[in-house]
């Protein structure tokens, strides 16, 4: 999809290449899209006016997420857009029904602390909806147009 909508896709794990060619790359790029985590950190390589995409787990982690990249991206002069995910581009749903605690009540699991919530939450798969998702790529792609 994003290749249709005039995106040329790398897809690439920072583990793959040595550090000075992974930061060359993503150097190259206008765009970074990933699920919450280190990985986004890459961020630091891209160019001013590139677009920083936040995948958002479900399980109400947006302030979490929201705290770690949204903050930053505008100051290192780039544009940050997320995506939180709905509950069935969840891999929670082949865990837990959906009578479960874990999906009905959330903030319950919070109060558990970090090690409860991240074991729930943090570590959960996403299939994404690429309809939904769509929009949120377009708005990343009109942006890196207006500033080339």
């Known amino acids: ?3 249709d909508l005039g995106f040329e896709v790398i897809v690439m794990d920072g583990g793959d290449v040595p550090l000075d060619k992974f930061a060359q790359i993503v150097n190259s790029c206008d765009l970074i899209v990933g ?3 280190a990985g986004l950190s890459h961020m630091v390589f891209l160019p001013q006016n590139a677009v920083v995409i936040q995948i958002i787990p479900w399980g109400r982690l947006e302030g979490f997420c929201w705290c770690d990249y949204a903050f930053t991206v505008p100051k290192a002069k780039l544009k940050y ?3 939180q995910i709905s509950l069935e581009e969840s891999t929670l749903l082949s865990k ?3 009578d479960h605690p874990y999906i009905q009540d959330p ?3 919070h109060v ?3 090690f409860v919530l991240k074991d729930v939450y ?3 798969d996403v299939t ?3 309809e939904r998702f769509r929009g949120t790529l377009v708005e990343a792609y009109e942006h890196v147009n207006n500033y080339q």
């Open 1 to 3: 999809m994003a290749n």
């Open 35 to 37: 699920v919450h985590g």
């Open 81 to 83: 857009l997320e995506y």
């Open 96 to 98: 837990y029904p959906r």
């Open 107 to 109: 903030f319950a699991v």
């Open 112 to 114: 558990k602390g970090w």
């Open 122 to 124: 943090m570590d959960q």
């Open 128 to 130: 994404l909806d690429l």
